[in-house]
């Protein structure tokens, strides 16, 4: 072995050395991403993971910035936004992306937009006749 291959080797073992963790952190944000309308906890996740839910909970932080509820939440708040736009109701949006009350639906919403969900869709509309006038 070279020594340029023992050095990349080397700043490869530095920078890699955690590789396991990255994949189940990827894997439970892609899980995440894929079945955000379903009812998803810290149990189910560490499970479908092997790994414990303290543990999932550190290293998702950790990478992420979020824990699993909170990116979660971001990810239907976003879908919702889509749905809503799409011209779903705000009843329809709320159960299509996992909550399972409109009531906590809508604070929710309002607490991460600003803005209820009547509104926002409201305002989407008004918008969306502004531009369709031009």
Same mark, same amino acid.
């Given at each position: 072995m070279t020594y340029y291959e023992k050095e990349l080797s080397r700043i490869r073992s530095i920078i890699y050395s955690n590789v396991g963790q990255i994949n189940t952190v990827i894997g439970i944000r892609n899980y995440i991403d894929n079945n955000y309308d379903v009812n998803l906890n810290l149990d189910l996740l560490s499970h479908i993971h092997f790994v414990s839910k303290y543990h999932m909970l550190r290293l998702f932080k950790k990478y992420y910035g979020l824990t699993p509820r909170q990116y979660l939440i971001d990810k239907r708040i976003k879908k919702? @936004? /889509?749905?809503l736009i799409n011209g779903l109701s705000v009843t329809e949006t709320c159960f299509a992306v996992g909550f399972e009350s409109v009531g906590s639906f809508s604070t929710l919403f309002k607490t991460k937009t600003g803005q209820s969900p009547t /509104?926002?869709? @409201? /305002?989407q509309l008004s918008r969306s006749k502004i531009y369709s006038e031009f």
């Amino acid at each position: 072995m070279t020594y340029y291959e023992k050095e990349l080797s080397r700043i490869r073992s530095i920078i890699y050395s955690n590789v396991g963790q990255i994949n189940t952190v990827i894997g439970i944000r892609n899980y995440i991403d894929n079945n955000y309308d379903v009812n998803l906890n810290l149990d189910l996740l560490s499970h479908i993971h092997f790994v414990s839910k303290y543990h999932m909970l550190r290293l998702f932080k950790k990478y992420y910035g979020l824990t699993p509820r909170q990116y979660l939440i971001d990810k239907r708040i976003k879908k919702s @936004k /889509e749905h809503l736009i799409n011209g779903l109701s705000v009843t329809e949006t709320c159960f299509a992306v996992g909550f399972e009350s409109v009531g906590s639906f809508s604070t929710l919403f309002k607490t991460k937009t600003g803005q209820s969900p009547t /509104e926002f869709l @409201k /305002e989407q509309l008004s918008r969306s006749k502004i531009y369709s006038e031009f």
